[in-house]
């Protein structure tokens, strides 16, 4: 059994990191490849949506305004393989305005981030990710 659930965490850690992996790739439809079909999807301070489109609608509008790339991604899974976290260093760009926050002129951003998984028939089924919305607002802002 042991070696069935380490099997399982590891496989949890493969899926992460290549979740992550296509997402520093710009490479959305391969990230949307690895999400369950009724994915939820908790932003940061934000709503709950659910769904691939929804995700793939929230991506779209990230993309407008956002470019990033993460780094010193760090990845753990229960045994079981049924939950993930994940911490990493965002390094981005604000590229244009978006809802509700500061004016976008290309401003760099470097900020610690998280997130955790729900992971069912072998697809992502929940991403809920967190960062600190005060600190980047700082960032932007000079």
Same mark, same amino acid.
């Given at each position: 059994m042991?070696i069935?659930?380490?099997?399982?965490?590891?496989?949890?850690?493969?899926?992460?990191? #290549?979740?992550? +992996?296509?997402f520093?790739?710009g !490479?959305?439809?391969?990230?949307?490849a %690895?999400?369950?079909?009724? =994915?939820v999807?908790?932003?940061?301070?934000g709503?709950r949506?659910?769904?691939?489109? #929804?995700?793939a +609608?929230f991506?779209?509008r990230? !993309?407008a305004?956002?470019?990033?790339? %993460?780094r010193?991604?760090? =990845?753990l899974?229960?045994?079981?393989?049924d939950?993930?976290?994940a911490?990493y260093?965002?390094?981005?760009?604000?590229?244009?305005?978006?809802?509700?926050?500061?004016?976008?002129?290309?401003?760099?951003?470097?900020?610690?981030?998280?997130a955790?998984?729900?992971?069912?028939?072998?697809?992502?089924?929940?991403v809920?990710?967190?960062y600190?919305l005060?600190?980047w607002i700082?960032?932007v802002?000079r």
């Open positions: 042991k069935d659930g380490t099997r399982r965490q590891d496989r949890a850690i493969e899926l992460v990191l #290549a979740y992550y +992996a296509a520093n790739r !490479d959305r439809e391969a990230m949307l %690895l999400l369950h079909d009724e =994915v999807h908790d932003l940061n301070q709503a949506e659910t769904g691939k489109p #929804a995700f +609608a991506m779209q990230m !993309d305004s956002y470019r990033e790339q %993460l010193d991604i760090v =990845v899974a229960s045994q079981d393989g939950r993930a976290a911490e260093v965002v390094h981005g760009q604000y590229l244009r305005d978006d809802e509700g926050l500061p004016p976008a002129h290309g401003q760099p951003y470097v900020l610690p981030g998280g955790f998984f729900d992971i069912r028939d072998d697809r992502i089924a929940r809920s990710n967190y600190n005060q600190d700082v960032q802002s």
